[in-house]
DNA sequence: TTCAAAATTAGAACAATATTCTAATTTTAA
DNA sequence: TTAAAATTAGAATATTGTTCTAATTTTGAA
């Protein structure tokens, strides 16, 4: 599917806010009510737009302890890497896992309350899955910029 | 502000889906509509949910080359930190940016199209920030998880 | 370039949902 | 134990989402 100008600029709107009005939308592009209406639901009909969620401010949850953690496996066959993987999913802690190259195998973020409930973490989920070589752990001092939002 | 039960399964609920309606929450909470309307406003109010959005696919706009930086600054004086972080700020292609402790200063999320657009970005604007020292690029091979909900 | 089909759009009509209101109930704290 | 405060349910109302029809624009083949 290729977007437009008008889509993009719609797009854009909806990572920021996507609980405006459709007249809200329709005024910001010079459009009609209908016009936005039918194109949100392209977006999403063709899976440009993948879903609509609340943000939350992390502090007010006590999960404002953020840890990027770096993970090395002791063996890469397949078998391996997926079953690290299934069980990465299970911990409702980790909220970002990506595999990636270089010096680590894997990138997590983490989530949690304090220094003692990361130990805790650390302690009995995480180093008690099998393969992990070794870990290195990236304490977050200050969160720059943090948005779920890509530039389009 | 504290949070029960309800409130923190409603929260749940909103960072899977926040365009159900308020009557299909009440449902799932065994609440009346009232109450959950209730409960959301003071949720917003008291800046517990700071806000609603849409999230994309980023292959469906070309954004689907990601790339974890890891940045170590020269100096770290106060007036250093500050005015690299306003430059980080500013590029469109950086969607997380971390302070972390450890081996590196900075650990940066960056959503681009491909390799040879990352090239370009780091060429034109990345190295172009002053007081860089040096940068370790992990390239990411699959995301296993990309969530911007935290457990509650 | 021309023209017909397809897609998009505007505006009106309608349906569904959000929001407000009142009163009842529950919770809180003295 | 009890009065004040907070929360809730259900009804009434206001707002917004959704559908419909017709007009306009865009697209692609001749």
Redesign the interface.
Known sequence: ?E?DALDKQL?AL??????KTTKQYADALQLSKTAVYERIRRLER?????????????S??K?DF?V?CHIRLVQHTKENVLRF?RE??KL?????????????D??LKI?VEDMKSYREFMITKLTAINNIGNT?????????????????
Do not use: W
């Open positions: 599917m977007l797009v909806l990572q920021e806010d996507c609980k063709t899976g440009v737009i993948t879903g609509y969620v609340a943000l939350l401010n992390k007010k949850i999960r953020t990027l993987e990465i999913l409702e802690e980790v909220s970002e896992c990506f595999h990636v190259g270089g010096d680590y894997y990138i989530n290195q752990s990236s304490f977050v001092i200050n969160e720059v910029k943090n948005s779920p939002s890509v530039h389009i």
